[in-house]
């Protein structure tokens, strides 16, 4: 093994989404001297980024004053906001929940407003590095983290070096501040390693699927945020719809189901193709086209799952470490309020030390220990839900309880001890027609001569075991139809097709056997969003 | 001087049958034809210009310089020439993009590359972002139209026509810069996949490598080039070269079959451009069949060796 | 020697091409933008004659606006060692952009110019064989093989019958087609470098061109979509159906 090229810097941020970008630009506002490099594994900014998004602006109003003046290049005011509880056919209007109530916020897409973000960061010094992937920690001789490695590039398929093979660097720095976003793969490693969860519940995630319109014109209607509850989930199934609607004719919606779900045979991709087949929904779409799609995990365990969030020579900040708010669907304010938060601790001692302590006395965890209990009272189903969720709102959460977590691939049941709700699904006829025609739209390309990026521990498992518990539920979980299997003259086997893969994390969360670790691909290689 | 000279193409002492769709598009713009045709010996290639419906003269211009397709050699003879001439057409062929510019940069204007169809005299449509979108181009009045002709778009001339053929005498300079050494055609016995005019393509269906020698034979059997679907070759049924699709090869034959290949949108990415597509597929339901010119529901593994017998009768 | 390569900043071949409800052109709002594949292609080449000690310098030059100094940095992350800005917010032509470059080439004395066959947004692949004809020197368009030796480029060219070589006398302009090579992949502290070297802007103006005759584009449409054939119902109904239409 020869020894790898290093570049020193003060901070590594890995990451480029609005937690690590927040973080790396208020670090040299704070203080100019600073060397501060953002690592992105998408191949320019904001192209493996994926939210609703309605944000809440004062965050961003904290990090760039003035920033109303010269708007990135999606953002609609917020107008109305309308709250609906779907039946198969029809639909009735439930009172605007207070967390939902956008007044005064902006519906953007988040991964434009970070590659609207980048040249601002880039100006004041951030060195952004898109298209190489932080793919291992470096760890000093203490055992403390000293940096990153970046992922080698031109390995084939079999592992083999190619022409083209150039060895990943190290990245040297007292501290790494992890901005990965939900269920980062590096995030996940140092939470194992330095048990940064022994003290908190699991935490929980969803999967929120999403498309960007171009529809008929005049349908949209500028400013309108429309969210369902209800159809096509059952009762037992958290989740939701949402529909934002913007600028040029275009409409935003997407659905995200909670990764707890209990049935095996379920499919959040159809779940959400269902959704728009829905009567109130369907004449929204109906002689549109899709421009974009993609899909993302996103936290959901809130307060009561937020693990420690400093480590020796590390931080974890944004989704990675998981303050998005439920009730609210916001991450955004969030993670760049923590970001900030981040930046300002380390611009006094370049040390993660303390860091923990003070992002609990910040805003950012008073907001989430305020909303605790609203989404753990769902897991009794919608009703006991939406019961937990007015007094808990009512309380402003100072009832002295707090709901637990329960780690999501815990709670798939397996086929013989369930049986599923009648979903009574209709036949689709609106695009995309399957899961590959939906990947299209994510334009997502990896270099197909290199190592498959989703490991798969024990496959014999996928083929006896779990064919027989659960029915293989990754052919069903994962939104871009990676995994596969198949039968043919030598067997049944489980296929990954690597190359459709949008970097969600669904398959790393849900498998039952906790046997699927998502890495890093080559660098550059993954979705490339257009305005999600 | 509303008139349109075609520079054509050969090899091999045959005249390149791209050519012929060159008057199919001259045709269209509406003024008498001619063909200029560069070579050391011009007569057997003229013959075949001059037989071409719709051609008014065939101008030979004979020269040991213009023995092979050195686009240095014949640019500034052709540029001497367009001066009797609104019109300048080359088929889109590599040998037309490589001189029909050179052309134009002589005659100071720029060149309308791949028309796919003409709507005036001066008024073209042509792909941009690899056939992802069509534009309307409009060339400046007044000046001459120098354009390549894409030959996907132009069915070729019939042979009905019985041209004049002139003899011109070479006069503009020539350099000495450029010199031919060889030409030589690829690969084996198969032709190339990007080139081919018959690409015979396998998905998984096929159920192994072993399987995919169907594909080989028929393809063998046609004189066709072998292709497959992503599925295919992530079965590892037969390698990564012979991907046709968005990360694959795109590619644009006369005829495109494809035997147990469903269809998904990265797939027909790659053959969007087909003259011809058939599909055979045992699942009626396939979205291949949503494109395809011509459809048969059916299992491979019978529909193959029957199609291979059919062949051979007849 | 210098080799000169141009590099057009493009739509990346990811993205999916959509063409604006009011036909005035393609949507390329917050798309991602890239070196054009064959020009990235172009540069290597140089990159590598350069290495293997054939060519002491390697130029980067675009014409664009500002944003286009974004790919003149990848080029010079790549390894070019400097980089010519031609300013403008046209969209030029492919035969203004061939008298822009001829300036250069006038300033530079360049023994090779590189370019791609062609750029994959107007697909006009003109560029290169406009400016050698301008120049007055030789093309070697589609190359896939470029060897030097003695003033001369010995490229092999992929041309619809099979490969072709030519010889050209130097300076020449080189076009790479797609199996000329694989580009390297920029490691990290190029990057950092590359910010160091030096970018010189040239305003279009200054360089006094005539554009000549433009062309104009008067309606963007998208391409029409295949549509649903004929089904047959057997082997023996395909191949006489195939036979109909002349394909057999």
Redesign the interface.
């Given at each position: 093994m020869s020894e790898r090229?290093v570049?020193e810097y003060d901070v590594i941020v890995v990451g480029a989404g609005p937690a690590g970008l927040a973080c790396a630009m208020h670090l040299k506002q704070l203080n100019e001297a600073l060397n501060v490099c953002v690592i992105e594994k998408a191949?320019?900014v904001?192209?493996h980024i994926l939210s609703g998004a309605v944000i809440e602006p004062q965050a961003l109003d904290d990090l760039l004053p003035g920033w109303r003046d010269h708007p990135p290049?999606?953002c609609v005011p917020a107008e109305k906001d309308e709250f609906w509880l779907l039946s198969k056919t029809g639909r009735k209007r439930l009172p605007n929940p207070p967390q939902m109530n956008n007044h005064g916020n902006f519906i953007m897409?988040l991964?434009?407003l970070c590659?609207w973000l980048a040249p601002q960061a880039e100006a004041l010094g951030v060195?952004i590095?898109p298209g190489?992937a932080a793919a291992d920690i470096r760890y000093t001789d203490t055992g403390a983290v000293g940096g990153v490695i970046?992922g080698d590039?031109?390995v084939a398929k079999d592992g083999s070096r190619k022409?083209?093979y150039?060895e990943g660097?190290e990245?040297h720095a007292p501290v790494t501040v992890l901005a990965e976003g939900c269920r980062g793969h590096l995030s996940k490693r140092l939470i194992q390693r330095f048990e940064l969860d022994k003290d908190c519940d699991p935490q929980t995630y969803g999967i929120g699927i999403k498309e960007l319109w171009?529809v008929e014109?005049g349908k949209a209607r500028p400013g309108l945020i429309q969210h369902s509850i209800g159809w096509p989930l059952d009762r037992q199934t958290y989740g939701g719809s949402f529909i934002y609607h913007l600028d040029k004719?275009r409409v935003a919606l997407g659905f995200i189901t909670a990764l707890d779900y209990r049935d095996a045979r379920l499919s959040p991709f159809e779940a959400f193709q269902q959704f728009k087949h829905h009567p109130s929904i369907r004449p929204l779409l109906e002689g549109g086209e899709i421009?974009?799609s993609g899909a993302r995990a996103v936290v959901e365990g809130g307060y009561q799952s937020l693990p420690k969030t400093e480590m020796p020579g590390a931080l974890l900040i944004g989704d990675a470490a998981g303050t998005l708010n439920v009730p609210k669907i916001k991450g955004t304010h969030q993670a760049v309020r923590g970001g900030m938060l981040a930046a300002a601790h380390l611009a006094q001692s370049l040390s993660s030390e303390g860091f923990d302590r003070k992002l609990r006395r910040s805003p950012v965890v008073a907001e989430l220990k305020k909303v605790r209990n609203i989404r753990p009272g769902f897991n009794k189903g919608l009703w006991a839900g939406l019961r937990t969720a007015v007094i808990e709102t009512v309380t402003g959460g100072r009832l002295p309880r707090t709901l637990s977590n329960h780690a999501d691939h815990r709670m798939l049941k397996k086929l013989d001890d369930y049986s599923p709700p009648d979903r009574d699904w209709v036949e689709r006829e609106l695009p995309p027609?399957?899961r590959?025609?939906s990947?299209?739209?994510a334009?997502t390309?990896h270099e197909?001569?290199q190592p498959v990026h989703l490991k798969v521990a024990d496959t014999d498992i996928c083929i006896s075991q779990c064919t027989e518990e659960y029915g293989n539920p990754c052919t069903r979980f994962c939104p871009a139809g990676v995994y596969e299997m198949?039968e043919?003259?030598?067997g049944r086997n489980l296929?990954i097709?690597a190359?459709n893969c949008v970097h969600c994390k669904t398959c790393d969360i849900k498998d039952p056997y906790q046997i699927i670790d998502w890495v890093t691909p080559e660098g550059g290689s993954g979705p490339?969003y257009?305005?999600l | 001087m509303s008139r349109t000279l075609i520079i054509a193409e050969h090899g091999g002492g045959r005249l390149n049958p791209a050519t012929a769709k060159c008057v199919s598009c001259a045709a269209d713009i509406g003024h008498p034809v001619d063909i200029a045709v560069f070579a050391e010996t011009a007569a057997d290639i003229a013959a075949e210009a001059a037989a071409l419906t719709g051609v008014d003269k065939v101008l030979t211009i004979e020269d040991a310089d213009f023995g092979q397709p050195l686009a240095a050699m014949i640019a500034p003879e052709a540029a001497a020439m367009a001066g009797d001439y609104s019109h300048v057409l080359g088929p889109s062929t590599t040998y037309g993009k490589d001189l029909m510019p050179r052309i134009a940069a002589l005659l100071d204007v720029n060149q309308v590359s791949d028309i796919m169809q003409v709507t005036g005299s001066h008024r073209f449509q042509r792909p941009i972002y690899a056939g992802n979108a069509i534009v309307d181009v409009e060339a400046p009045e007044g000046a001459p139209v120098v354009a390549t002709v894409r030959t996907a778009s132009y069915a070729a001339a019939g042979n009905g026509g019985s041209a004049a053929v002139e003899s011109r005498a070479a006069g503009a300079e020539r350099p000495q810069h450029s010199r031919y050494l060889d030409l030589k055609s690829e690969g084996g016995d198969r032709p190339d996949l990007q080139t081919a005019s018959r690409v015979v393509s396998g998905g998984r269906a096929l159920g192994s490598a072993d399987n995919f020698e169907l594909v080989y034979r028929l393809a063998d059997k046609l004189g066709a080039a072998v292709g497959a679907s992503r599925a295919a070759v992530d079965a590892e049924y037969v390698a990564n070269d012979l991907q046709v699709g968005q990360t694959g090869k795109i590619i644009a034959p006369d005829l495109y079959m494809a035997f147990g290949i469903s269809g998904a949108i990265q797939h027909v990415t790659g053959i969007k451009d087909a003259g011809t597509i058939v599909a055979v597929n045992k699942d009626a339901e396939a979205p291949i069949f949503e494109i395809a010119d011509i459809g048969l529901v059916g299992d491979l593994f019978q529909v193959i060796p029957e199609l291979e017998a059919a062949l051979d009768d007849g | 020697m210098k080799i000169l390569v141009g590099i057009k900043r493009v739509v990346d071949y990811n993205v999916r091409i959509r063409v604006k409800p009011d036909g005035s052109g393609v949507d390329t709002d917050g798309v991602k933008m890239s070196i054009n594949p064959f020009d990235e292609i172009a540069l290597e080449e140089a990159l590598r004659i350069k290495e293997a000690g054939k060519a002491e310098e390697v130029i980067v030059v675009s014409i664009g606006g500002d944003e286009c100094q974004q790919q003149l940095r990848t080029g010079l992350a790549m390894g070019a060692d400097r980089a010519i800005q031609i300013q403008t917010d046209q969209a030029l032509q492919p035969l203004a952009a061939a008298k822009a470059l001829l300036k250069i080439v006038q300033q530079e004395q360049p023994g090779l110019v590189l370019l791609g066959k062609q750029a994959i947004d107007d697909d006009n692949n003109q560029t290169g064989q406009m400016l050698a004809a301008l120049w007055g020197r030789p093309q070697a368009t589609f190359a896939s093989q470029v060897v030097l030796e003695d003033g001369t480029a010995t490229v092999t060219r992929e041309v619809d019958a099979g490969l072709e070589t030519i010889a050209v006398d130097l300076p020449a302009v080189v076009t790479s087609d797609l199996r000329l090579n694989e580009p390297r992949f920029v490691k990290l502290p190029e990057i950092m470098k590359a910010k160091r070297k030096p970018l010189d802007v040239q305003p279009l103006a200054d360089l006094g061109i005539e554009s000549g005759h433009q062309l104009s584009v008067t309606r963007h449409a998208p391409p029409a979509q295949r549509a649903r054939g004929v089904m047959v119902e057997s082997a023996a109904e395909l191949v006489s159906e195939l036979k109909n239409r002349g394909l057999l």
């Open positions: 090229e570049m191949a320019e904001g192209a290049p999606i897409s991964g434009a590659a060195d590095f190489y970046i590039m031109g022409a083209t150039v660097i990245i171009r014109t004719d421009l974009s027609r399957d590959l025609a990947v299209y739209f334009a390309d197909e001569d198949v043919d003259q030598s296929q097709n190359a490339n257009q305005n | - | -």
